[in-house]
């Protein structure tokens, strides 16, 4: 028989009804926890199954192995970005003595000797598309593609990674030097948005590659301070990035290593130091301006250039893949991007000519021989 002792308005059991209370109610805590932790592995579980990997916020941070600096890239005195020779390309590139993907140099002697032969030549600008990226082989990229006319020469000066001001650059050093008949300039849609204007940095690649992984940017990102703070070598990147993306790292503490292996609990503790850090900076964060007007300056600069030195020039933009899927009106969209300036974008392009269906995918073989298509017919009419 139960004995309840009366304190005030409240009844207590005896020592050994306590006792069995206690104990159900352990035995609902484990049965609870069992459960939990049955649920935990069984998400876990599905995360790495449908594609998500353990000790980093984003997929793209994820490195099995050392993360290894792939010096691919090299800036000139004024902050354009070049490839080395000791650099990983795309199968069938071929790097000529300027750091760019061309068979032959990029010099005034050269375009003299090209314009003998009655051909005209063409300065193709723009980021990892024109570069070449990737259909399997350079040799089935449109700047390739482009190249085997009998009427003109193609001088390819994509680089991955590079934005407008990028764009400017090259032509405003490259354009006087080798006097072309025409300037094309390759706009993606996807990331070419400058949210701030950025200033060039004499000797600093717009990116810092890691080998077989992640390209970091040598800009500081502006969700985390000042804009126009910049990484001056690959190991303060690689520091940066690192200490807010990826458990990963050297420098992970004790804590931070000890829940690297799980795909859920890095990813919560990565978003709570992010957001952490977001306060921290609180009201100094930037905001970018909507529809910023930076990609429009650098695009209208690279036209007044053209114009003062009477050559002609040609704007393309390419669609993201998400643009695709989302049947984004690009013209309405992108609008800020041009303004006044004349540009066009290929109609036919749909999600199968892509190698993936995110922003950072590119044209596969398929989207690279219809942009060529597409842009091919735009060079004659310039040329005529």
């Known amino acids: 028989m139960r004995i309840f002792l009366k304190t005030g308005n409240k009844s207590k059991l005896d020592p050994a009804a306590r006792r069995a209370e206690k104990k159900r109610k352990w035995k609902v805590r484990k049965i609870r926890m069992v459960v939990f932790l049955g649920l935990f592995l069984v998400a876990e579980i599905v995360l790495r199954i449908v594609g998500f990997k353990p000790g980093v916020i984003v997929n793209a941070y994820y490195q099995p192995g050392d993360v290894v600096y792939d010096s691919v890239l090299v800036a000139d005195e004024m902050g354009i970005t070049h490839h080395l020779p000791n650099g990983s390309f795309y199968p069938g590139q071929v790097l000529n003595d300027q750091g760019f993907f061309g068979e032959i140099n990029y010099t005034p002697e050269v375009m003299d000797s090209i314009r003998a032969t009655g051909k005209k030549i063409i300065l193709l600008v723009g980021d990892s598309y024109t570069a070449g990226c990737c259909p399997g082989s350079y040799n089935l990229s449109f700047a390739k593609l482009l190249n085997e006319s009998d009427e003109y020469v193609v001088l390819n ?18 354009l006087p030097l080798l006097k072309p008949d025409l300037v094309s300039v390759v706009v993606y849609l996807g990331n070419d948005e400058m949210v701030y204007d950025r200033t060039p940095k004499p000797y600093v690649p717009v990116c810092y590659p890691v080998k077989d992984g992640f390209w970091f940017s040598s800009e500081y990102r502006i969700d985390f301070g000042d804009p126009d703070t910049y990484f001056k070598n690959f190991n303060e990147a690689k520091k940066f990035y690192y200490s807010y ?51 429009y300056n650098h695009l209208k600069e690279i036209q007044q250039f053209c114009d003062v030195n009477e050559t002609d020039l040609l704007y393309t933009a390419i669609p993201s893949p998400v643009d695709i899927i989302d049947q984004v009106d690009v013209r309405k969209q992108y609008h800020y991007f041009f303004e006044d300036l004349p540009w066009s974008s290929p109609s036919t392009i749909k999600i199968e000519d892509y190698d ?25 009419e310039k040329l005529k």
């Open 245 to 295: 993306f990826s458990l990963r790292s050297d420098e992970s503490n004790w804590f931070e290593k000890s829940i690297r292996s799980s795909v859920i609990l890095s990813r919560l503790y990565l978003f709570a130091k992010i957001k952490h850090r977001r306060w921290q900076i609180g009201e100094d964060l930037y905001d970018p301006p909507e529809n910023p007007p930076y990609t």
């Open 356 to 380: 993936g269906k995110e922003t950072g995918n590119h044209y596969n073989e398929e989207g690279h021989r219809k942009f060529t298509n597409f842009i091919r017919p735009l060079i004659e």
């Open 157 to 174: 000066f994509g680089v991955g990674g590079t934005d407008p001001l990028h764009y400017e650059l090259v032509v405003k050093k490259y």
